[in-house]
T-cell receptor, first 115, second 113 residues
Framework: KAGVTQTPRYLIKTRGQQVTLSCSPI?????VSWYQQTPGQGLQFLFE???????NKGNFPGRFSGRQFSNSRSEMNVSTLELGDSALYLC??????????????FGAGSRLTVL | KQEVTQIPAALSVPEGENLVLNCSFT??????LQWFRQDPGKGLTSLLL?????REQTSGRLNASLDKSSGRSTLYIAASQPGDSATYLC????????????FGTGTLLAVQP
């Protein structure tokens, strides 16, 4: 089975721009979560989707948004980029409905640099 | 608000040593506990998942335990190898209809050959 695929792996943007990151979960997985990882804040939860519905959302401003498609692929968007948005964005998928006890498989991440 | 602390923040040991990594939660009401490793520039690899009804899990040279009453978990690595060098993260799940995890601050482990 192919793992969780995140694209692009690296990208550079300037302040004020917007960015869209993509995540393709493991085939058959319907639950997708997103995390932001920075040196200062560590790993922080962004959102979670299951069957195209957002099940949970972290404490991030409205500039951060996401969605999930019928094939379980997910995208996240960050508008009006700020320097502090520079981070590794990680996506994880699971093969069960979110019930709080599932092993998450993470992708390699998308490294975003905002200049 | 749940906060997770990992001690030590960094650890360097010679090859072959047994070692223990620690993880503590401010709120002991966690549903399950997972340990991950992260190699530089890469994503996370799940190592062990301790379910709500369990107290420990073992996989090869790794053993993780969870004491909910004290809000603490430990990861024991036996006979460490240079390939074990990575950042180790613990993460707690609160249960319910979500896979959301609260991650610890991480322990950077270096195993010297």
């Amino acid at each position: 089975k192919a793992g969780v695929t995140q694209t692009p792996r690296y990208l550079i943007k300037t302040r004020g721009q917007q960015v869209t990151l993509s995540c393709s979960p493991i085939s058959g997985h319907r639950s997708v979560s997103w995390y932001q990882q920075t040196p200062g804040q560590g790993l922080q939860f962004l959102f979670e989707y299951f069957s195209e519905t957002q099940r949970n959302k972290g404490n991030f401003p409205g500039r951060f948004s996401g969605r999930q498609f019928s094939n379980s692929r997910s995208e996240m968007n960050v508008s009006t980029l700020e320097l502090g948005d520079s981070a590794l964005y990680l996506c994880a998928s699971s093969d069960d409905p979110p019930v709080g006890a599932n092993v998450l498989t993470f992708g390699a991440g998308s490294r975003l640099t905002v200049l | 608000k749940q906060e997770v602390t990992q001690i030590p923040a960094a650890l360097s040991v010679p090859e072959g040593e047994n070692l223990v990594l620690n993880c503590s939660f401010t709120d002991s009401a966690i549903y399950n506990l997972q340990w991950f490793r992260q190699d530089p520039g890469k994503g996370l690899t799940s190592l062990l998942l301790i379910q709500s009804s369990q107290r420990e899990q073992t996989s090869g040279r790794l053993n993780a335990s969870l004491d909910k009453s004290s809000g603490r978990s430990t990861l024991y690595i036996a006979a460490s190898q240079p390939g074990d060098s990575a950042t180790y993260l613990c993460a707690g799940g609160g249960g319910g209809a979500t896979n959301k995890l609260i991650f610890g601050t991480g322990t950077l482990l270096a195993v010297q050959p």
